[in-house]
């Protein structure tokens, strides 16, 4: 079936077939055949160009499974995306044919009271692009709502474009912890989400950002990307009160809100420890399902925890500081991939190798 040239492959108007990236097993990725719903009236189809691998993605490849997201049967993987309209339905009217267009991955009912009140990425229903069982965008073509697809200005390109989704979660934490120019943010984890969410933080005008991390390669990389200080720390929980006093001498006063782009104990406790009383820890990363943290403590200073899942009505915003050039994005692709099936191999592995790989990126 990896030939696209014969007769069963070829749809009635010669096309070649649509071929996507199907997660079969663990560590088991084919290029296959991907048959498309039909076109609905307020959908559009699009011809994905860009896609970037993210941490979820790796672990569906590695584990077949994101917590309780469990991969029961073979999945089109990849949620990072955009791509060129081919076709629209007959109701679309805010996109056309050849626009060039960033994809929100994630589908909600638009009916529960999550959604009315404009918390939709909370909704039950969500479909989202690569969470199991909902097939996702490492394709030549999906098929997705008008409502969510965004077109991108002349002097965003599409990879930037693919990057609104990682940066989206950046912005949506910002958002939540209301990051401002009165707010002197740490970051912990300098991973891809963590660097978004630093580039993020400047952007809403945070005067100060220290971020910590046990990789001093990744360290670089925040420091070139901007950070004030970094901080490596270690992963022993008996550091804390040590690297706590190493972090407020790095900021030189008190931090206003803590960003856990990681998700264990050992973050979480330290960002509650470092921030100060009447200040914000927001928990981005989910590394482990159940914590032991310091959580009396930080009640008793008045500080508040906040969670955050995915984004919400972030596109528009991402686009708009990309286009004008408050954040540049590029600097964290630092891998590029085709859409081959020996690419896609390498490019996941490489991805699930970290080390020096930020963001690795497809370009089909």
């Not at 629209?88 to 994630?106: T, Y």
């Not at 707010?183 to 400047?202: H, N, Q, S, Y």
């Amino acid at each position: 079936m990896m030939h696209s040239h014969t007769q069963e492959n070829e749809n009635e108007g010669g096309e070649e077939t649509n071929m996507a990236a199907w997660l079969l097993g663990i560590k088991n990725l084919q290029i296959q055949p991907y048959h498309l719903p039909p076109l609905g009236p307020n959908d559009v189809k699009v011809e994905i160009k860009a896609l970037g691998i993210c941490g979820s993605d790796v672990h569906h490849f590695k584990n077949m499974r994101v917590a309780n997201f469990i991969v029961k049967k073979p999945m089109v993987i990849g949620h990072e995306c955009a791509g060129i309209i081919k076709e629209i339905g007959h109701n679309v009217k805010s996109v056309a044919v050849g626009d060039r267009v960033a994809l929100e991955p994630g589908i909600s009912c638009q009916i529960c009271n999550l959604c009315k009140n404009g918390r939709y990425n909370l909704c039950k229903k969500m479909k989202f692009f690569g969470s199991p069982p909902t097939n996702g965008a490492l394709a030549n073509q999906v098929i997705h709502p008008e409502n969510l697809v965004f077109k991108l200005p002349d002097n965003v390109s599409l990879e930037e474009g693919a990057m609104c989704e990682p940066l989206s979660v950046g912005v949506h934490a910002c958002r939540r912890a209301n990051v401002s120019p009165d707010t002197k943010v740490l970051i912990f984890g300098a991973g891809p989400i963590g660097l978004v969410t630093m580039l993020a933080a400047r952007a809403f005008g945070a005067p100060k950002i220290i971020v910590a991390d046990v990789d001093d390669l990744r360290l670089s990389f925040a420091k070139d990307l901007g950070a004030d200080a970094t901080i490596q720390v270690s992963k022993n929980i008996q550091d804390i009160e040590k690297e706590t006093r190493k972090i407020l001498e790095a900021m030189g006063e008190s931090v206003d809100i803590s960003f856990d782009c990681v998700g264990f104990d050992k973050t979480m406790s330290t960002a509650l420890n470092a921030t100060r009383a009447g200040g914000k820890v927001c928990l981005v990363g989910l590394g482990q399902t159940q914590m032991t943290i310091p959580l009396v403590a930080a009640a008793s200073r008045e500080i508040d925890v906040i969670g955050i899942f995915r984004y919400r009505n972030t596109w528009p915003l991402c686009i708009e500081l990309l286009r004008t050039k408050k954040i540049d994005v590029m600097p964290l692709i630092t891998h590029r991939y085709k859409f081959t099936q020996q690419d896609v191999e390498k490019a996941f592995e490489t991805s699930a190798q970290g080390g020096n790989a930020i963001k690795v990126m497809f370009n089909l």
